[in-house]
């Protein structure tokens, strides 16, 4: 695996996190379907145990990951983060031949609030992904949850359920009944609508988990959750594979 940070902003500290992996020899394929992940942190910080955990569980079911750390802090306001996103994205498909990704088979992984970005990313991108993963997602930008880009005078951040039209891309839920901080009304709101305008969705809530289990592994859980809540990660892969085809030695099927 190669793997690489490059700056996208240098006065906002935007950066993408590069991981790719090889094709073709004892592989056979020519390309990867890739995964872009938007780890949480209320607009404020990025969280790293939503980052390159993320990332490497999706390369070792044979994606090329990505992390975006995006706009963040007293400097973030709306389109900020998206607008990171939009060069992510545009970079990633400029260099799809480089770097050994299938275009037409990228998705988008969003915790919290990195969730709420990737939900805007599946509605109002200029550049939609092909299907995204939203964990714990924030749907309703309420200023106790994203106090520093809903700052008196900063633009209003849109809300992704009012958003979802036919060109939204399919999405998969996870997410804990007993999340305190970002109520599990959100994900339920935003399936609502993707139900509504005939978008399929799959959704896993689970009993317990809180609200920052990641890929609930026990090097980076810090809440309380049921033994199925890690799940989550295998059923999205597996439910990605529903959407791309399953990646094989002679490419998809």
Not at 23 to 47: D, H, N, T, W
Not at 169 to 193: E, G, I, S
Request: glycine content about 8%; some cysteine; aromatic content about 10%.
């Amino acid at each position: 695996m190669k793997t690489e940070v490059i700056t996208l902003n240098k006065e906002r500290n935007v950066t993408l996190t590069v991981c790719v992996q090889d094709i073709g020899g004892e592989y056979g394929f020519q390309v990867r379907p890739a995964v872009l992940v938007i780890p949480g942190g209320s607009y404020l910080m990025c969280s790293d145990r939503e980052a390159e955990p993320v990332a490497l569980a999706y390369a070792c079911a044979g994606y090329q990951t990505f992390v975006l750390r995006y706009t963040v802090g007293d400097i973030c306001a709306w389109p900020m983060p998206l607008e990171d996103y939009e060069a992510a994205m545009a970079l990633i498909h400029k260099n799809a031949e480089i770097w050994h990704v299938d275009p037409d088979r990228i998705a988008v992984v969003g915790f919290s609030a990195g969730g709420h970005l990737a939900a805007c990313t599946a509605t109002i991108a200029r550049q939609k992904p092909a299907a995204a993963v939203l964990v714990y997602p924030v749907i309703f930008p309420v200023a106790s949850i994203l106090p520093a880009i809903m700052a008196e005078g900063k633009p209003e951040l849109p809300a992704p359920h009012q958003c979802v039209d036919s060109t939204t891309c399919p999405c998969f839920f996870a997410a804990a009944r007993d999340d305190k901080t970002v109520d599990v009304k959100n994900a339920l709101a935003m399936q609502q609508a993707l139900l509504e305008h005939g978008i399929p969705f799959e959704s896993h809530i689970y009993a317990r988990g809180g609200h920052g289990f990641s890929t609930a592994a026990s090097h980076v859980l810090r809440t309380a959750a049921c033994a199925r809540t890690k799940n989550w990660v295998d059923d999205s892969i597996g439910w990605l594979e529903e959407q791309f085809g399953v990646l094989t030695y002679e490419g998809f099927r």
